[in-house]
């Protein structure tokens, strides 16, 4: 089980700042990961239709969408941070 958060436009998006998920054995990595939620529809096509539109933290660090998610505990998924 994977506990994904959604933060910023994302979250508004889905509808909700989080969930808990048991992906299929094929999902492998962070892109098809949100690969696979984004065939949910609704909210979830809408936030994660363009991949390059997010940034994914994988156990709390930054990393690319290409990072394995076996053994993974949490995954946060949002748009691009900017700073000010």
Do not use: C, H, N
């Not at 700042?17 to 492998?28: C, F, K, N, T, Y």
């Not at 098809?32 to 390059?52: F, K, Q």
């Amino acid at each position: 089980m994977i506990r994904l958060l959604y933060f910023a436009w994302v979250r508004e998006a889905i509808g909700k700042d989080g969930e808990a998920v048991d992906p299929p054995a094929d999902v492998a990595d962070v892109a098809a990961l949100v690969a696979w939620l984004a065939a949910r529809g609704g909210g979830y096509a809408e936030a994660l239709a363009d991949p390059a539109r997010l940034r994914a933290a994988v156990d709390q660090t930054f990393a690319p969408l290409s990072t394995p998610i076996a053994g993974v505990g949490e995954i946060a998924l949002f748009p691009p941070v900017t700073g000010g």
